[in-house]
Nanobody
Framework: KVQLEESGGGLVQPGGSLRLSCAAS????????MHWLRQAPGKGLEWLAT??????????HYADSVKGRFTISRENTRNTLYLDLNRVKPEDTAMYYC????????RGQGTLVTVSP
């Protein structure tokens, strides 16, 4: 059974940084393409970033809303996915999820990020 557990959320000031982590189990992590999504209060699920699994270099893709500010990465030896949030804005306030599919149908419970002075 796939298990995904996000952590690292919290309160951060505008312009600040935060690192989110996602511990995965029940999958051959190194082979699985992984995603980060978020859901802001009162809004739908928004895809943010993807990092490909398998051999070769880490290929990544980003939504325009976070490109240049957020960085997705993975540490296959630890079965862990990361999302580095930089230069955060109040509109980045949301529940953040890691997922094994881009639409987030198989995702963890989430970690809350609040951007506020």
């Amino acid at each position: 059974k796939v298990q995904l557990e996000e952590s690292g959320g919290g309160l951060v000031q505008p312009g600040g940084s935060l690192r989110l982590s996602c511990a995965a189990s029940g999958i051959i992590f190194r082979s699985v393409t992984m995603h980060w999504l978020r859901q802001a209060p009162g809004k739908g699920l928004e895809w943010l970033a993807t990092i490909w699994g398998g051999s070769g270099g880490p290929i990544t893709h980003y939504a325009d809303s976070v490109k240049g500010r957020f960085t997705i990465s993975r540490e296959n030896t630890r079965n862990t996915l990361y999302l580095d949030l930089n230069r955060v804005k109040p509109e980045d306030t949301a529940m953040y999820y890691c997922a094994i599919d881009r639409d987030g149908s198989e995702r963890g419970q989430g970690t809350l990020v609040t951007v506020s002075p």
